[in-house]
C-alpha cells in the first residue's frame, strides 16, 4: 500500500524558515517523479514543484522561486522542501504527491499524503 | 486566475447529471496533453478521479466519465449523490508555463 506522510508544518513568522518532509513507503521511491500541492485557505490547487526520480527539479511555481528548494534521499525514501522567507500567502495545507504517466507533458498525481498545515503568521 | 477554467459552482438534483467543464487553451489542452480530474471532500487529500482524459482508476465508479474535445474537457456525474458533494479539479500540462496546472475547481453542491 502507497503511503506518503508529511511532517515539518506548523506556525511560523513572516520570513521565518520551515523545512516539510515527506516519508513514502509501499513503491519504488527512486523511480518515481515526485511533487508538492498546497491548498490556501478558501483557494483552489496550486502545484508548487515537481522534482524527477532523480532529485532533478523540473518545475517550481513562480510564487516560491527563489525561496523553496526542493530534494529528495532516495537512500531514505523521503522528499524535502525548505521554505524559506515565508509570506502570509504561503498559509496553506502542503500535499506530498506522487506522480505517474506515460510521458513527462502527462504526468498526474495518483496518490496524494495526508498534509501538513503550514500557517505563517505573527 | 487559473490556467484552466472551470465554473465555480454546479448543482443537482439527487439521480441526475451533472457536467464540469474544463476549459484551456492553445498551450494546454488543445496542444493535446491529457487532461485529468480529482476530487477533493473538506478536511481530506484529493483523489484521482480521472486520468489520460477518460480512465478511470480502480474503484472509482463508472458513474463519473471524463471527455476531451478541442480546447475544452469535462466531467459528468450521473446518478448524483449526497456523498459526491466535494470540489472538482481538472489538471494538465502547459507548454508556455512549462509545467503542470490545475483548474480553479469546482464545487458540487448536491440539492
Known amino acids: 500500500e502507497v503511503q506518503l506522510l508529511e511532517s515539518g508544518g506548523g506556525l511560523v513568522q513572516p520570513g521565518g524558515s520551515l523545512r516539510l518532509s515527506c516519508a513514502a513507503s509501499?513503491?519504488?521511491?527512486?523511480?518515481?517523479?515526485m511533487t508538492w500541492v498546497r491548498r490556501a485557505p478558501g483557494k483552489g490547487l496550486e502545484w508548487v514543484s515537481v522534482i524527477d526520480d532523480d532529485g532533478s527539479s523540473l518545475y517550481s511555481a513562480d510564487s516560491v522561486k527563489g525561496r523553496f528548494t526542493f530534494s529528495r534521499d532516495n537512500s531514505k525514501n523521503t522528499l524535502y522542501m525548505q521554505m524559506n522567507s515565508l509570506r502570509a500567502e504561503d498559509t496553506a495545507i502542503y500535499y506530498c504527491a506522487k506522480l505517474r504517466g506515460r510521458e513527462l507533458s502527462g504526468w498526474h498525481i495518483d496518490y496524494w499524503g495526508q498534509g501538513t498545515l503550514v500557517t505563517v503568521s505573527s | 486566475q487559473s490556467v484552466l477554467t472551470q465554473p465555480p459552482s454546479v448543482s443537482g438534483a439527487p439521480g441526475q447529471r451533472v457536467t464540469i467543464s474544463c476549459t484551456g487553451t492553445?498551450?494546454?489542452?488543445?496542444?493535446?496533453?491529457?487532461v485529468h480530474w480529482y476530487r477533493q471532500f473538506p478536511e481530506t487529500a484529493p483523489k484521482l478521479l480521472i486520468y489520460?482524459?477518460?480512465n478511470r482508476p480502480s474503484g472509482v465508479p463508472d458513474r463519473f466519465s471524463g471527455a476531451k474535445s478541442g480546447t475544452s474537457a469535462s466531467l459528468a456525474i450521473t446518478g448524483l449523490q449526497a456523498e459526491d458533494e466535494a470540489d472538482y479539479y481538472c489538471?494538465?500540462?502547459?507548454?508556455?508555463?512549462?509545467?503542470?496546472?490545475f483548474g480553479g475547481g469546482t464545487k458540487l453542491t448536491v440539492l
Open positions: 489538471q494538465s500540462y502547459d507548454s508556455s508555463l512549462n509545467g503542470w496546472v
Open positions: 509501499g513503491f519504488t521511491f527512486n523511480t518515481h517523479a
Open positions: 492553445s498551450s494546454n489542452i488543445g496542444a493535446g496533453y491529457d
Open positions: 489520460d482524459n477518460t
